[in-house]
């Protein structure tokens, strides 16, 4: 094995130390640093080879992560791809990931405005729009909404 290989491979594992990583990031990150394609091809090759990268494992961390942060299937989804996930697979993790996002919603809302319903119609909107920026997609969010008590 070249030294340019063993330099992108320990790059590689030296970013995977730190977090996991997709595919996706590891080939850009390293294309940044200036390792050419075949290089990182093997190196990344390697890795998924041995165990030590998991496109697979980053979705189940990244699903965790967002979940507890409160983020919604629409911005964990933009996330996914970003980090170059096919939108195929990124749909299949998150029909399987099981979370209940109208709960999820609802707890979001919850740390973040309490437990009582909103008091009016501007205040019903102000939470929808917060729940939209979190990524909850409106029939999530309309169920979350509709599980306070009606407005006046």
């Known amino acids: 094995m070249s ?3 063993q330099g992108a491979r320990e790059r590689a594992l030296g970013l995977l130390a730190q977090r996991e990583h ?9 294309r940044q640093r200036g390792y050419q394609d075949a290089e990182i091809g093997d190196a990344l090759e390697g890795l998924s080879e041995a165990a030590l990268q998991s496109d697979a494992r980053y979705v189940e ?3 965790r992560s967002a979940e507890s ?3 919604g299937p629409l911005l964990i989804a933009e996330k996914l791809r970003q980090a170059g ?3 195929s697979a990124v749909r299949a993790a998150l029909s399987a990931s099981g979370i209940d996002w109208t709960q999820a919603a609802l707890a979001c809302l919850s ?4 437990t009582d319903p909103a ?3 501007k205040e019903y909107a102000r939470r929808a729009r917060f ?3 979190r990524g909850y997609d409106s029939e999530s969010i309309h169920r979350a909404l509709k599980h306070s008590p009606e407005l006046p």
Request: aromatic share 6%.
């Open 85 to 87: 996930l096919a939108q």
């Open 119 to 121: 008091p009016d119609h």
């Open 131 to 133: 729940l939209a920026a």
């Open 69 to 71: 942060r409160g983020w």
């Open 61 to 63: 961390q990244m699903l």
């Open 3 to 5: 030294r340019v290989k």
């Open 111 to 114: 740390r973040r405005f309490g």
């Open 22 to 30: 997709s595919t996706g990031e590891l080939k850009r990150k390293l």
